[in-house]
């Protein structure tokens, strides 16, 4: 959604037309064949493709990062022995 500022709109964000041309029919038939899979009109499968693809996932803290760390030893298994 683009953010309307010169209709009467208020400022909100409106719904925008995207067309895409010159598509491979194989990818077209596939999208076609994914859409029925999923239970969606083709429209549809391409927004959720274009919304999957383009999402930006949340940032996470270093607390998560370290705690998603997997406990894989003690601190004496890494020791390195020199000489």
Known sequence: MLECNH???GGTPVPTNLVVRNV???IVQA????AAKNGRSAEA?????LKAALARPRKR???EVLA??????RDEDFIVNRG
């Open 7 to 9: 209709c009467n709109h």
């Open 24 to 26: 491979d029919e194989q």
């Open 31 to 34: 999208l076609k064949e994914r």
């Open 45 to 49: 499968e391409h927004r959720e493709i």
């Open 61 to 63: 803290t270093l607390n």
């Open 68 to 73: 998603m760390m997997p406990n894989v030893g």
